[in-house]
Each structure stands twice: as structure tokens, then as C-alpha cells.
């Protein structure tokens, strides 16, 4: 059974740039979501993706977006990047209904670091 | 989601049972007690979870009060392995799509030799 991968592992931006960072969830899993963490901090629930729809969002601007394949995978897109985005992301999946999806699989994040 | 009461910080000698509290005084009836935990420079790892009986799994067994204001999480022989952040979170059963979880900014347990 293949876990949640995410890509890169690390990255370093400017301020203004736009950023794409990626997600797999694991095998048989067909619900993603994101979330951001900042130092020192819990994981935020950014949104969250379900049969490449968007079915789910917390308290970020429309600047984060996002993606779902046919495969399940995702990609979660930030634009005109800015300091306060530096964190963790984390991608996190789950099964379909009734096959013991009471559980968030996390994958290990993407650092963003924005200059 | 109910909120949730964490001590920030708590140590725990190696191979000694490290017992973690929890108060969630405004849990509703349909709110699951969840347990995650995560280690440094790693995603969030899900423990555990239960409703109003105690839980037990191969890493962890959680302790819901009668009144289920309260839990807590007992990991029966602590390792340095255990050293991490564990996040306590109310919320209903994860179902469907619905993968919002609300994590405070939990324990951090400190597993000394």
C-alpha cells in the first residue's frame, strides 16, 4: 500500500511569485485535502478536494487554489506569494465511505519558504 | 468542532506509561474524541479515536470519562520514539469527503532516557 507523497520537500519563493506543490494520495483514497502550518503552530484546514471538486474550504483568500486528477492526486496553487505563507503544507487523504475513512492519512509536507 | 484543553508541554521517562489529558468540557453527543500525533519534520499520524467507550490499538489506548467532558491518551510504555506533538480533536466521524479537522496546537511530550 502506497502512503501520501507530496513534492517538493522544499522550496524557496519570492514575494508575489506563484507556487504549485503536489500531492498523491494514497492507494484507493479519492478524498484530499490540504492544510498549512505555520511554525509553532497546529495544521490549518485549507480545503479539501472529493471526485476533482471542491467541497470544502476554510478561512484562506481565493489566491489558494487547487486541483483533483481522475487519479486522485491534487495540487494545491498559492498566488502573489506573500511573507506570511511560509510554512508546512500538508496533504492528507482518506477512503470512500464505509471502508474505515475515520482516518486522515498525512503525507510528510512541502516546506515553503517565502523571501 | 468542540474545543479542546491541552497542557502545552509534559515529560515522561523512557519505558513509563506517558498519560495525556484532554478536556472537552462542550462535546456534543455526536462528537468523536480523536488523537493524532505529530513528529518533528513529519505530517500528523492518526492514534486513535473513540466515542464514549474506552479504545485500545497496537500504539495506544484512549480513556473517555463517563461523562466525556474528558479523556486521555495512555501510551503504556513510552519510547524516544514517542517524543512528539499529539493534537486532541473533537469531531463528528469522519464520513464521506468531509476531511476538516480543527488541530489546536496540542502536547508536546518529551520522552526522556
Known amino acids: 500500500e502506497t502512503g501520501v507523497t507530496q513534492s517538493p520537500t522544499h522550496l524557496i519563493k519570492t514575494r508575489g511569485q506563484q507556487v504549485t506543490l503536489r500531492c498523491s494520495s494514497q492507494?484507493?483514497?479519492?478524498?484530499v485535502s490540504w492544510y498549512q502550518q505555520a511554525l509553532g503552530q497546529g495544521p490549518q484546514f485549507i480545503f479539501q478536494y472529493y471526485r476533482e471538486e471542491e467541497n470544502g474550504r476554510g478561512n484562506f483568500p481565493p489566491r489558494f487554489s487547487g486541483l483533483q486528477f481522475p487519479n486522485y492526486s491534487s495540487e494545491l496553487n498559492v498566488n502573489a506569494l506573500e511573507l506570511d505563507d511560509s510554512a508546512l503544507y500538508l496533504c492528507a487523504s482518506s477512503g470512500p465511505p464505509g471502508q474505515g475513512n475515520e482516518k486522515l492519512f498525512f503525507g510528510s509536507g512541502t516546506q515553503l519558504s517565502v523571501l | 468542532d468542540a474545543k479542546t484543553t491541552q497542557p502545552p508541554s509534559m515529560d515522561c521517562a523512557e519505558g513509563r506509561a506517558a498519560n495525556l489529558p484532554c478536556n472537552h468540557s462542550t462535546i456534543s453527543g455526536n462528537e468523536y474524541v480523536y488523537w493524532y500525533r505529530q513528529i518533528h519534520s513529519q505530517g500528523p499520524q492518526y492514534i486513535i479515536h473513540g466515542l464514549k467507550n474506552n479504545e485500545t490499538n497496537e500504539m495506544a489506548s484512549l480513556i473517555i470519562t463517563e461523562d466525556r467532558k474528558s479523556s486521555t491518551l495512555i501510551l503504556p510504555h513510552a519510547t524516544l520514539r514517542d517524543t512528539a506533538v499529539y493534537y486532541c480533536?473533537?469531531?463528528?466521524?469522519?464520513?464521506?469527503?468531509?476531511?476538516?479537522?480543527?488541530f489546536g496546537t496540542g502536547t508536546k511530550l518529551q520522552v526522556i532516557p
Open positions: 492507494s484507493g483514497h479519492n478524498t
Open positions: 480533536i473533537v469531531r463528528p466521524l469522519l464520513s464521506g469527503g468531509y476531511q476538516k479537522v480543527t
